[in-house]
């Protein structure tokens, strides 16, 4: 299967899968237990969730690693299994994959801060990071994804780490960003241009956002990204803002409306388009259909 690299360099625009915790609360992960516990009990549901995000279209499918750093796994009581949680995750998203779609090994934050603001110092974390990525290029993952970072000195760490484990595997970083009156911050305070000159030294390929607002924002945080790198740009948005009721959280944008975004986010510069929170297969499915729709008139 070619490479995301070389299909970026044709100017490919390339489409991510959705969302992942929702689909494993709809097959029973009960609220509040960590998610990568699946991937010792379960792992037939991983192989259905990558199967439906690959028949709606998905070119890369994300591994159920999010919260696999041994720090992370440590704190939900889970350390001591960290090689089978992130080996496990590789090996179901391969098999759902059917060799139709890249895999891409998730690595998010770590959930504890850094010192001078937390307890961690800083080499606990690069050792955290490349012990997680070390297994995962291992297990046989096509991309590393650092993703949902709002902390800049820790993605940056992510992203160090993966290289020092392989020079070549293609690492996606995404950070997640809000709307301020000076611009898009992520809570820790890195800006766009931050983002995008850290994460292109810190050796990634692709840099751009993920979750934290809806697809017509994502737009905007696109456009401000091309205004400040040459890398191509990812985009994984959330299915707008969650609104809660009392069923739980429901998210409004449709598959309908995220599609209308999809020209626009192209414009803004978007190489890789995908969903995070709230997205489902429709959800990629109509992606997949609004990117092949736009492919099709540019070639008539």
């Known amino acids: 299967m070619t490479g995301i690299l070389d299909r970026l360099a044709r100017g490919e625009v390339v489409v991510g899968d959705g969302a992942w915790g929702t689909q494993l609360m709809e097959r029973g992960l009960p609220p509040g237990q ?3 516990v699946v991937n010792l009990e379960r792992v037939d549901i991983l192989e259905e969730i990558a199967a439906l995000y690959l028949d709606a279209g998905a070119d890369l499918i ?5 919260g696999g750093s041994p720090i992370k796994l440590e704190s939900c009581g889970l350390g001591g299994q960290h090689d089978a949680i992130n080996r496990r995750a590789v090996e179901a998203a391969r098999r759902g ?3 139709r779609a890249l895999v891409s090994a998730s690595m998010g934050p770590s959930g504890s801060l850094l010192r001078p603001y937390g307890m961690v110092e800083a080499a606990d974390m690069a050792a955290s ?17 650092v993703e949902t970072m709002t902390d800049l000195t820790e993605a940056t760490l992510a992203v160090q780490a993966v290289r020092r484990v392989s020079a070549r595997i293609p690492v996606i970083a995404t950070m997640t960003f809000e709307r301020t009156r000076r ?3 992520t809570v820790m305070g890195a800006s766009v241009a931050a983002a995008a000159a850290g994460l292109e030294a810190a050796g990634a390929n692709l840099v751009g956002a993920n979750c934290g607002c809806g697809f017509e924002m994502m737009v905007e945080i696109a456009r401000a990204f091309r205004q400040q790198t040459q890398l191509p740009i ?3 948005a959330n299915a707008g803002l969650p609104v ?3 069923g739980g959280a429901r998210y409004p944008e449709t598959p309908e409306t995220v599609a209308a975004c999809v020209p626009a986010l192209i414009d803004a510069g978007a190489q890789l388009i995908g969903g995070c929170c709230g997205t489902t297969p429709a959800h990629i ?3 997949r259909a609004a990117i092949d729709a736009r492919a099709a008139r540019s070639r008539g």
């Open 244 to 246: 809660i009721e009392a």
């Open 34 to 36: 960590p998610p990568e």
């Open 234 to 236: 990812a985009v994984q």
């Open 129 to 145: 990071f490349e012990r997680q990525a070390a297994v995962l290029v291992e297990a046989g993952a096509d991309v590393i994804c």
């Open 285 to 287: 499915r109509a992606i």
């Open 62 to 66: 994300t591994t159920n690693t999010f």
């Open 97 to 99: 994959a059917r060799g």
């Open 183 to 185: 611009g898009f911050f």
